[in-house]
Each structure stands twice: as structure tokens, then as C-alpha cells.
């Protein structure tokens, strides 16, 4: 079983930082894309940032040139570095890995528990 775990969340005010990782474990064969998402009370979920394993990267608008994503391969791990944040990025954030668990084709997709972020203004 693959299971992904989140940490890092929390109460911030606004202008401050978080760093939120996310490792997964289990039978992995290989990982090709590791996304950040988040849901703030309803609305949509909505995609964050995403990293494949080609170190290739893609920023929602809202975050870009605020927030950061990095991956380890090593460890199975991605990273969300958020830096000056603003009340709007009040979520509940979400990992989720796009993966492989043999050298087949198949891929599979995986989401974590997610991780509460609140930015008080």
C-alpha cells in the first residue's frame, strides 16, 4: 500500500512563511509527478504547484513567485516553501503523486490526508 504523508501546516499571520513536505512510502517503483493542491471551505480543490521528475515545474498564478515547490527523489518527498502569505491562502492543502508501483506502463494516483494552513490578516 502507498500511503502519502503530509506535514507542516499551521497558524501563520499574513506576510509570514510555511513549509509544508509531504514523503511517500510504500512499493514505489517511481514517482513521475508530485502536485500540491488546496480547498478552502467551499470552494473547488485547486491545483497549487506540481514538479515531475524532471524537475520541471508549474505554479498556479495566485502563488506565483510567493511559493516554491522541490522535490527529493531519494526520499520520495515534495516540498511547498510559501513565503509572504496572504489570508486568501487559507486552506486545507493536499499532496497527491502521480506514480508507478512496477516497471509496467500503469500509473496510479495517490492523494494524502491533507494539512491545514490558516493566514490570520
Known amino acids: 500500500q502507498v500511503q502519502l504523508v503530509e506535514s507542516g501546516g499551521g497558524l501563520v499571520q499574513a506576510g509570514g512563511s510555511l513549509r509544508l513536505s509531504c514523503a511517500a512510502s510504500?512499493?514505489?517503483?517511481?514517482?513521475?509527478?508530485m502536485s500540491w493542491y488546496r480547498q478552502a471551505p467551499g470552494k473547488q480543490r485547486e491545483l497549487v504547484a506540481s514538479?515531475?521528475?524532471?524537475?520541471?515545474?508549474n505554479y498556479a498564478d495566485s502563488v506565483k513567485g510567493r511559493f516554491t515547490i522541490s522535490r527529493d527523489n531519494a526520499k520520495n518527498a515534495v516540498y511547498l516553501q510559501m513565503n509572504s502569505l496572504k489570508p486568501e491562502d487559507t486552506a486545507v492543502y493536499y499532496c497527491?503523486?502521480?506514480?508507478?508501483?512496477?516497471?509496467?506502463?500503469?500509473?496510479?494516483?495517490?492523494w494524502g490526508q491533507g494539512t491545514q494552513v490558516t493566514v490570520s490578516s
Open positions: 497527491k503523486a502521480i506514480l508507478r508501483l512496477t516497471s509496467e506502463r500503469f500509473e496510479y494516483q495517490y
Open positions: 514538479a515531475t521528475s524532471g524537475d520541471n515545474t
Open positions: 510504500g512499493s514505489i517503483f517511481s514517482i513521475n509527478v
